[in-house]
C-alpha cells in the first residue's frame, strides 16, 4: 500500500465498495488534490490493490488531446475492442465513427448508448475499475459520454474514479460524485520520504524542506535535487527562495503566469500585506482584480489585508518563474512603498542591490542586531551574510562575516559557523576579532566534546581580547571554565581565574563571586577579610549567581556546582532563568548546554518529572544540532533517574551511550555521570558489590571517569555500597576522601550525606546521632532525604527499635513515591514487613503521570493555552491536547479548569 495514504485507499475502496477480492459496484468518485500531492500515484495504488476478476481500464488525460474529440474516451475502452456484437449495430458504428474506424456520423445519444452498452457487456464478464488520471483534460465529447453512460449503470458492476487538481474544473461526467480530497501526507511519511531523498540534510534544512513541501509528495522528491551538497549538508545557507527542479516550476508556474506583475509582488513580499502590495503595483484596481483572480483559481486566499499562498511551492514557482529583471523591479517597487523606518524596505533594497554598498550593509547589520535580540537569530545570520557582500572594504566583510558566524552557532547551525569562519579567515586581523573567532571555535569545539581543546582555544580568545575588550575575555573565560570543569582540569581553573582578575573589568560583586567560585572550585581557597568560620554560607544568593546573557552558549555554572558549593536552590533559580532567557531569545545552539545545568538542579532540588521532560527535550535539541558535550550529560542525568526510579535496562542503555563518547574524548564529567548512574542502578537493585566498580571509577585518581568535584557526589554512594558489603575500611577510606575532597561542614547541601555516611561506619551510640543530624541537616533533595529514612530505619529494626523503625520507613516511602523511585520503595517496603507491618499506602502524589504529562498538567494548571505549552514544550498544540486527553481520566476531572485545584507537585 502507498505510504502514507492507508486512510485515503481505504476510503477509496469503500466508496467503489471493492475491497481486495470484491467486485466494485456502479459508482463515481472524484479525487482532489493539488499539484504533486499523490494522486497518480493512488490511483495507481488502487489498481495494483483490486483483484481479479475485477479489470481495470486506465486513461491519462493531457492537455494536448483536450481538443479532440472522444481521444479520452479512446483511451480508456480501446482495450474492449473490438466492439462484440451485443452492442447494437447503428450504436457501435457510431463509436466506431467516434474513434475513427468507419466513416459513421458520431452521433453523442447513439455514442453515449454504445458506450452504455460496452461497458455492461463486458461487466457481464468481469467487474470494471475505470481509472482516470488529469480529468480536467478530458476532451467534452468523451466527457459527456461517460456522464451518459455513467448515470444509467446502477445495477452494473462498474466503478470509475477520476482524478482533478485543485482550481480545475469539473468534467460532466463527474458532476456531482462523490468526492475524496487528497491532503499533505502524514509527518511523519515526510520525514521517512525525506530521509530516503537527502539522507545527508542536517536537521535545519531537513526542517526548511519539510515547511516548504508541506506533505507535498512531489515537493519532498524534487526540492532536494535542486539543492547543492553543501546546501544539504549546512555549509552554505539556503537563499530566501528554495531552488526548484524543472519538473516542479513547470507543474507550479503553469498556473500562475497568467496573473502577472502582482501576482510576482506577493511572492516577494513575505508578509503579503494587502495595502503595499497594491501601492507598489501602481494600478491598484487592476492588480486587485488581477489578486483576485488568483484567489478564484485556488492559488492565494485573501483575507482582509493579508495574501497569502495557499502552497510555498506556488509561491516559489511564481518568483523562480520571473525574469531576473523583473525580480528586481518587484523588490524596487515594494521598497519605494514601504516607509523608510520599516525593516521590509532593508531587505527589499537589499535584494535589488547589485553592487558594494556601505550605508545598505549598515542598514543590514543594524537589523540584524535588534533582530538577534529578539529571537530571530536565523534572520540575523541572513543579514549580516548578505551585509558582507555589500561591503566595500575587506574588513567590513570579516567583521560581518565573524558577526555572522556567531549568530549561526547560535541558531545551531555549526557546519554554516565553520563556513563563515573560513571564509572569514583571510580577511581578520584586529585582535579583537581575531578573538570572537577563537571564542566561536571554542563553543564549537566545546559542543563538540573536545573540553581539553577548547578551553585552550577560549584562554587564547581571553588574552586576544583582554587589553581592548575585556567584557569579550571575561565571557571566552566564562565558557573556559565550564570546558575545564567538564575536562576534570582543576588546575586550569585557578589560571582562568588569575586571567579574569586581571581584566580591566569594573569592581562588581558579581565578578568578586565568580572568581570566589571558580577558586573553590579549582580546591584553592580565595582571599577574604577574615577567618571563614565553619559552616559559613559559601556562595552568593540565588538571584545573584553570574549568568551570561549574550547569545552564545556561556551558561554558567556547570551542572551541579551550586549545589556542590552548597546553595542547590540558588542554582536552580539562575539556572531556569537563563533558559527562560535563551529560549526567548530564539538561541537554539546554547540551549542544550543550559539544559544539562537546569535538569541537574531539577535533579539535587527533587524535582525529577521535571527534570525527566526537559532531559528528553534537551537530548533530542542536542542530538538535532549535533552538540555531543550536551547529548552525553544529558543521557548520564536522565540514566541516573532510569536507575532510581528502577527502569535498569533503560539506564543501562542511557550510560553506555553517553560513556560510549565520553570516555574516547576525555569528557570527565559525563562520563562521571554515566558511572554514578550504573553503581545507583546496581545499589537500587540490591546488587551493592557491582555498584562498587563503577563509583570507583569516579572516585579513584587516574580512574577513566575520575572527577575532581563530582566525586563529592559519588563517594557517599561508594560509602554505603562497601559498607553493604563489608568492606569498613575501604568505607572509612572513602569517608576520609569525601571530607577532604568536598568539605561537607562548609557545603550544607552534602552535610547530610556526611552524616549518613558517618552513621554507616560508626558505634551504636554515634550511628543514633549522626543519623539524626543527617535529616536535621537541610536536604532538597526528597530522594536523598528518603534513603536516610530508609537506611536509619533499617538501623532501628536490627537494633529492636521497632516503632521508631516503622516510623521512618513510612517516611522513606512516601520521600520515595514523591519521585517515582520504585526500587528503594520495594526496599523500604521489605523493611516494613519485617517490621510487621504491610506495605505503605501510595501518597496522593502516585497519580500515574508520566513526566511529560505532569509538566503539560503545571502549565495548563497555570492558565497557559496549548500553543503557549506547546512552545515551551517544543510541541504542537495538538499534540498537547491529546496528553490533556489522557491526563484528565487519570487526575479523574474532566475540563482544564479542575487543574488549578489539584496539588500536581
Known amino acids: 500500500m502507498l505510504a502514507g495514504r492507508d486512510r485515503e485507499i481505504r476510503e477509496l475502496l469503500r466508496l467503489i465498495d471493492a475491497g481486495p477480492g470484491r467486485s466494485p459496484r456502479s459508482r463515481t468518485v472524484l479525487l482532489r488534490g493539488g499539484a504533486g500531492i499523490g494522486k497518480t500515484a493512488l490511483l495507481a495504488s488502487l489498481a495494483r490493490l483490486v483483484r481479479p476478476p475485477v479489470r481495470v481500464l486506465w486513461a491519462d488525460g493531457t492537455k494536448s488531446e483536450a481538443e479532440l474529440p472522444f481521444a479520452g474516451l479512446h483511451q480508456l475502452l480501446h482495450p474492449l475492442l473490438p466492439v462484440p456484437g451485443a452492442v447494437p449495430t447503428r450504436q457501435a458504428d457510431a463509436l466506431l465513427g467516434a474513434f475513427g474506424v468507419n466513416a459513421s456520423p458520431a452521433e453523442p445519444l447513439l455514442v453515449g448508448l454504445a458506450v452504455l452498452a460496452l461497458l455492461t457487456e463486458a461487466a457481464r464478464h468481469a467487474p470494471l475499475l475505470l481509472l482516470v488520471d488529469d480529468g480536467q483534460w478530458l476532451d467534452t465529447a468523451s ?19 477520476l482524478t482533478v487538481p485543485d482550481g480545475e474544473d469539473v468534467p460532466a461526467c463527474v458532476a456531482g460524485a462523490r468526492e475524496l480530497r487528497l491532503g499533505p501526507l502524514p509527518t511523519a511519511t515526510a520525514r521517512c520520504l525525506l530521509d530516503e531523498y537527502a539522507p ?34 549546512g555549509i552554505q545557507a539556503l537563499p530566501d527562495q528554495l531552488p526548484l527542479s524543472e519538473g516542479v516550476r513547470q507543474i507550479f508556474y503553469g498556473r500562475v503566469a497568467a496573473y502577472g506583475f502582482p501576482l510576482l509582488l506577493a511572492a516577494a513580499e513575505r508578509d503579503g500585506d494587502l495595502p503595499t502590495l497594491l501601492s507598489a503595483a501602481g494600478d491598484e484596481d487592476a492588480a486587485m482584480d488581477q489578486l483576485t483572480g488568483a484567489a478564484r483559481a485556488g492559488l ?24 531576473p529583471s523583473r525580480r528586481r523591479a518587484a523588490h524596487r517597487a515594494l521598497a519605494d512603498a514601504l516607509d523608510p523606518g520599516d525593516d521590509r524596505r532593508v531587505w527589499h533594497l537589499a535584494a535589488y542591490a547589485t553592487r558594494p554598498d556601505d550605508s545598505l550593509a549598515r542598514l543590514l547589520a543594524n537589523l540584524a542586531d535588534r533582530t538577534r535580540h529578539t529571537g530571530s537569530v536565523t534572520t540575523a545570520v541572513r543579514a549580516l551574510r548578505r551585509a558582507a557582500t555589500l561591503s566595500s572594504t575587506p574588513a567590513g566583510t570579516a567583521r560581518w562575516l565573524v558577526e555572522a558566524a556567531e549568530c549561526a552557532w547560535a541558531a545551531a547551525e555549526p557546519t554554516q559557523a565553520r563556513a563563515l569562519l573560513k571564509d572569514a579567515e583571510s580577511l581578520v586581523h584586529a585582535p579583537e576579532l581575531r578573538a570572537r573567532v577563537a571564542r566561536v571555535r571554542g563553543a564549537m569545539l566545546h559542543a563538540g566534546s573536545a573540553l581539553t581543546p577548547a578551553c585552550d582555544t577560549l584562554m587564547d580568545s581571553a588574552r586576544l581580547a583582554r587589553s581592548k575588550a575585556p567584557q569579550l575575555a571575561a565571557e571566552s573565560l566564562l565558557l573556559a571554565a565550564r570546558a575545564a570543569w567538564g575536562a576534570n582540569e582543576p588546575a586550569k581553573l585557578t589560571e582562568i581565574a588569575d586571567l579574569l ?12 563571586q565568580l572568581l570566589h567560585q571558580l577558586r573553590r572550585m579549582a580546591g584553592v581557597p580565595a582571599p577574604t577579610d577574615g577567618p571563614e568560620q565553619p559552616g559559613a554560607r559559601s556562595c552568593p544568593p540565588g538571584d545573584e549567581w553570574p549568568t551570561s546573557s549574550c547569545l552564545g552558549p556561556l551558561v ?21 532563568r537563563t533558559f527562560e532567557s535563551l529560549r526567548a531569545a530564539g538561541a537554539v545552539g546554547a540551549m542544550p548546554v543550559a539544559l544539562t545545568s537546569l535538569v541537574a538542579a531539577q535533579l539535587v532540588t527533587g524535582q525529577w518529572a ?21 547529548r552525553c550529560h544529558l543521557q548520564a542525568l536522565l540514566a541516573y533517574v532510569a536507575a532510581a526510579q528502577g527502569d535498569s535496562d533503560r539506564c543501562r542503555e542511557l550510560a553506555e551511550a553517553a560513556l560510549a563518547e565520553s570516555v574516547p574524548r576525555r569528557a570527565a564529567s559525563a562520563a562521571a555521570l554515566a558511572r554514578w548512574a550504573q553503581g545507583v542502578n546496581a545499589l537500587g537493585s540490591r546488587r551493592p558489590r557491582q555498584a562498587i566498580g563503577p563509583l570507583s571509577e569516579v572516585t579513584t585518581r587516574g580512574g577513566t571517569a575520575e572527577h575532581f568535584m563530582l566525586s563529592g557526589l559519588v563517594l557517599p554512594d561508594l560509602v554505603e555500597a562497601l559498607v553493604r558489603v563489608g568492606q569498613t575500611e575501604r568505607a572509612a577510606a572513602a569517608l576520609g576522601q569525601f571530607e577532604e575532597r568536598s568539605d561537607p561542614l562548609n557545603a550544607p547541601s552534602l552535610r547530610a550525606a556526611w552524616h549518613r555516611c558517618r552513621a554507616l561506619l560508626a558505634t551504636a551510640h554515634d550511628a543514633d546521632r549522626h543519623f539524626s543530624d543527617a535529616l536535621a541537616a537541610p536536604c532538597t533533595s526528597g530522594f536523598e532525604t528518603g534513603r536516610t529514612h530508609l537506611l536509619y530505619g533499617q538501623w532501628l529494626r536490627r537494633h529492636r527499635h521497632i516503632t521508631a523503625a516503622r516510623r521512618h520507613l513510612h517516611q522513606a516511602v512516601e520521600h520515595f513515591l514523591t519521585v517515582g523511585a520504585v526500587p528503594w520503595t520495594e526496599q523500604a517496603n521489605m523493611e516494613l514487613r519485617a517490621a510487621g507491618v504491610p506495605d505503605a499506602e501510595p501518597s496522593a502524589n502516585g497519580r500515574g503521570l508520566t513526566p511529560r504529562e505532569l509538566q503539560i498538567a503545571r502549565y495548563a494548571a497555570q492558565g497557559l493555552t496549548n500553543k503557549d505549552i506547546g512552545s515551551r514544550l517544543f510541541l504542537s498544540p495538538r499534540t498537547v491536547g491529546y496528553h490533556l486527553y489522557k491526563i484528565y481520566p487519570k487526575l479523574n476531572i474532566t475540563s482544564r479548569r479542575q487543574l488549578s485545584h489539584l496539588a500536581l507537585d
Open 501 to 512: 582578575a586581571g581584566l580591566a573589568l569594573e569592581e562588581t560583586r558579581e565578578r568578586s
Open 610 to 630: 521535571d527534570a525527566v521532560a526537559l532531559g528528553q527535550q534537551g537530548l533530542t535539541l542536542a542530538t538535532d544540532t549535533g552538540q555531543i558535550t550536551a
Open 143 to 161: 466527457a459527456a459520454a461517460l456522464a451518459f453512460a455513467a448515470r444509467r449503470l446502477e445495477s452494473v458492476r462498474v466503478s470509475m474514479v
Open 556 to 576: 554558567w555554572p556547570p551542572l551541579f556546582v551550586p549545589y556542590l558549593l552548597g546553595d542547590g536552590e540558588a542554582g536552580l533559580e539562575g539556572q531556569r
Open 200 to 233: 545527508r540534510a542536517t536537521p535545519s534544512v531537513r526542517k526548511r524542506l519539510l515547511a516548504e513541501a508541506q506533505g507535498n509528495p512531489l515537493a519532498l522528491a524534487e526540492l532536494p535535487s535542486a539543492l547543492s551538497d553543501d546546501q544539504l549538508t
Open 300 to 323: 492565494i486566499t485573501l483575507h482582509g489585508q493579508q495574501v497569502r499562498f495557499r502552497h510555498p511551492l506556488t509561491r516559489s514557482a511564481t518568483y523562480q518563474g520571473a525574469a
